[in-house]
């Protein structure tokens, strides 16, 4: 038998060997049940429930530079969260300023290269070779492989059966964007101006390796997989090329004011939202000039590049077009829903709403009094929100990470320094490719703190804040940056959760309730 004194001693342990095996709702409380024998102390489940009420965070965002490594590009549009349409706005810059483009030169062709992600899974890919290509420049017999990768994409795949469309649009930008430490929103107003370039685009993208017959060497560089955007020649012709010499391409602080940028962004209201890394997409301008030699001009071919990696602004715009039952539900969010909560939570990223957790006072000052007066030791101690499977029964893929904040703090969760080498989660998943799905946030820390702490004002409730995305980590070591580093800037997941029953605020739930909840592990003598 084990003695409740040695038992007490064990639970740090009991809590570290919770966390690293605990995968689900069930091993978590089974273990926590085995380790608590009969006669010694008494092992509690108990579950209480809680407020949960909407967030608006009033679909803006901070979209500059500084907030975003990946950025979206698409539309999408369902009947719950209504449509959405991401572009990607960024200035560009000249590789070299006060260029010299030769004698009589002519641009020939103007490519825009995209680098979306995609999917490498085998059964993904595709792979069409050609062993009789021929080369046209020089007429070289050759073997060329394409290929073909899926764009990784959030929304709808198909349409009508069919492979879903998009059209890729290419706008200049009229307005001065600024500097790239500028602080931007996602909704801020950019006014567009010729549009100079456009694809249609099937959601692949491809790789082309091109090798000789002869000696089976690269007849051109490989093309890795990639996104490219034929542009109009004749504007690059006029806007760049034809100004040779001119102030404007003497210097960079010139250039930006004089090509103050480029939007991206399709021309359809729905279809879905891919991804690409801002720093990977360039623009090439192919031209000829006349090179004399021994008093023979012969055109020669020549290229030039325009940068659109760090340094420039980049600007993710969003904009949203929202149903009505969205609409009443961001009206009615916040005071005093965050007193009697809302029943169910919109969560959205991109600048979508959030939601708020609150542990009412009255749940606090009965755990306190029985850590007081029974001895409890909380065991685990974690919020769970579930998927509403009416409201959101489809096959999106669902959010797997959120982002959480304890309200008036700044840092992470006390759990997530605390128990950080242990195997804790801060969200742990549950049934995420059924309509059952839920979410638990481990709170174990935040509230022995609490529980334990004779100074805290009891009749104040402990609330949280919610949002979705996955906290950014350190390439080198691993380590999270910060609260404030994370992806919520281009997360496109959606959900809607089951929030708060209004009659069981503070109350002890049974166990088939799916409303907000404390679940709690404890153990007493």
């Known amino acids: 038998m084990i003695k409740i004194k040695t038992l007490m001693k064990m639970i740090p342990f009991l809590i570290m060997g919770m966390v690293v095996l605990n995968s689900c709702e069930g091993e978590l409380d089974d273990l926590g049940s085995q380790l608590v024998e009969a006669g010694a102390s008494e092992g509690v489940d108990k579950m209480f429930g809680i407020v949960a009420y909407n967030i608006n965070n009033n679909d803006t965002i901070q979209t500059d530079a500084s907030s975003i490594d990946s950025v979206r590009i698409g539309a999408f549009d369902e009947p719950v969260f209504g449509s959405q349409k991401v572009s990607y706005i960024t200035q560009l810059r000249l590789n070299t300023y006060n260029p010299d483009f030769g004698v009589n030169p002519v641009v020939d062709s103007v490519v825009l290269t995209l680098k979306p992600r995609y999917a490498t899974a085998t059964d993904s890919i595709t792979t069409t070779t050609n062993e009789d290509y021929i080369y046209p420049e020089g007429s070289v017999a050759a073997k060329k492989v394409v290929t073909t990768y899926p764009v990784s994409k959030y929304g709808k795949h198909k349409i009508g059966g069919q492979k879903t469309p998009l059209t890729i649009k290419v706008n200049e930008v ?65 806007k760049i090329i034809a100004k040779k010499g001119d102030q404007v391409l003497k210097d960079a602080a010139s250039f930006i004011r004089y090509f103050k940028g480029i939007s991206i962004s399709v021309s359809d209201s729905d279809g879905y939202l891919f991804s690409m890394r801002p720093n990977d997409a360039t623009i090439k301008i192919y031209y000829k000039n006349d090179v004399t030699t021994d008093n023979v001009v012969t055109r020669t071919k020549a290229e030039t590049d325009l940068s659109l990696g760090s340094g420039n602004v980049h600007i993710s715009k969003i904009v949203y077009n929202r149903p009505a039952s969205y609409v009443a539900a961001m009206s009615a969010a916040g005071a005093p829903n965050d007193v009697s909560g809302d029943e169910l939570l919109y969560t959205q990223g991109m600048g979508g709403a959030g939601f708020g957790l609150k542990i009412p006072a009255s749940v606090i000052i009965q755990l306190k009094n029985q850590y007081k007066n029974e001895k409890i030791g909380i065991v685990s101690a974690k919020i769970r929100v579930y998927n509403d499977d009416v409201t959101w029964n489809n096959s999106y893929r669902k959010p797997f990470s959120m982002l959480v904040i304890e309200k008036g703090e700044k840092g992470f969760l006390p759990d ?82 089951k929030g708060t029953d209004q009659t069981k605020i503070g109350q002890e739930l049974n166990a088939t309730s799916k409303a907000a909840q404390l679940r709690l592990i404890y153990t007493k003598k």
């Open 174 to 238: 009229n307005d001065f964007l600024g500097g790239s430490t500028d602080k931007v929103i996602s909704n801020k107003a950019i006014a567009l101006g010729t549009e100079i370039g456009s694809k249609n685009f099937n959601g692949t993208i491809n790789s082309v390796k091109i090798t000789k017959d002869s000696d089976n060497s690269d007849v051109i560089p490989e093309i890795t997989p990639s996104l490219r955007v034929n542009l109009d020649k004749d504007f690059f012709q006029n």
């Open 416 to 497: 997530m320094s605390e128990l950080n080498g242990t195997g804790y989660s801060l969200i742990r998943t549950g049934n995420l490719s059924t309509k059952d799905a839920y979410y638990d946030i481990g709170i174990t820390a935040s509230l022995k703190k609490i529980i334990q702490d004779e100074t805290y004002d009891v009749t104040k409730a402990k609330e949280f804040f919610v949002n979705l995305g996955t906290y950014s980590s350190d390439a080198s070591t691993g380590l999270l940056l910060g609260q404030n580093y994370n992806n919520r800037a281009y997360t496109p997941n959606r959900i809607v959760l």
